[in-house]
């Protein structure tokens, strides 16, 4: 860490469902003079965010808007169904979209899902969040088709979720203003893409190149003359006498 971070603060937005805790787990081992701030954000606004410079890095759910941005993409995430728990596909193991052409399925405002053509049929409401949606999984007014991670975190114990295999996934990306490619955000990088802190790639060099002093010390002494000193423990060879 430089002098000039000293402190500085390290803003990092993450959209629902992605924990961004061994990420930052790892930086405050690593960058103890430097807090992070975390900012839960929706999805639909983390672009804004970072493009306003509310945050100098955040974790996002592509695709997005990339003007302006650098985007790294991470995981991808099985999508999964929001059922009932009395519900007959709570039954299966995993279902098929084709499994689910007879039933409601809510579209919320904040999908974070790309369609191509929706599954089932359209609902008689478009709920503004997926957390609103959820509620009406458990009303029993529609299913609900999201990233796993978000069906965990707004699980309940009146409805389950099963996997759908043949559903767009969500893809989650570490994405940040090009222009504002600080030191932080490129230790960060290095982080998320599990560099170690001796990376040759990071700012702290595995091997440092000597500096001048050292090398001039690794070089045997030398006397006046230009020849090479003697140890003091040995004595120079003298003439035998004849």
Do not use: C
């Not at 029993?140 to 099963?162: E, F, M, N």
């Not at 504002?180 to 490129?186: C, F, G, H, P, W």
């Amino acid at each position: 860490m430089t002098d000039g971070e000293t402190g500085r603060v390290f803003r990092l937005a993450y959209v629902p469902g992605v924990t961004p805790a061994k990420w930052v787990n790892v930086w405050t081992e690593r960058m103890p003079g430097v807090p992070v701030t975390l900012v839960t954000v929706p999805a639909a606004e983390v672009v804004g965010l970072l493009r306003d410079g509310g945050a100098d890095a955040g974790f996002v759910r592509l695709p997005v808007d990339r003007d302006g941005l650098s985007v790294i993409p991470l995981y991808v995430e099985t999508t999964v169904v929001v059922v009932p728990k009395d519900h007959a596909v709570a039954a299966a193991d995993e279902v098929a979209i084709t499994d689910l052409t007879d039933d409601e399925v809510l579209h919320p405002l904040d999908d974070t899902i790309e369609w191509t053509v929706r599954p089932g049929l359209p609902a008689f409401t478009r709920p503004a969040t997926t957390a609103d949606a959820v509620e009406l999984v458990a009303a029993g007014t529609g299913l609900l088709l999201v990233p796993q991670s978000l069906a965990r975190l707004h699980h309940r114990r009146d409805v389950t979720y099963r996997p759908v295999l043949d559903a767009p996934q969500s893809q989650v990306a570490l994405a940040w203003p090009t222009d504002a490619t600080t030191d932080l955000v490129e230790d960060f990088i290095g982080i998320v893409r599990g560099r170690t802190v001796n990376s040759s790639r990071g700012r702290t060099p595995a091997s440092p190149a000597e500096k001048p002093a050292q090398r001039q010390a690794r070089k045997p002494a030398q006397n006046g003359s230009g020849r090479r000193a003697v140890p003091a423990g040995r004595k120079r060879k003298g003439h035998r006498p004849r």
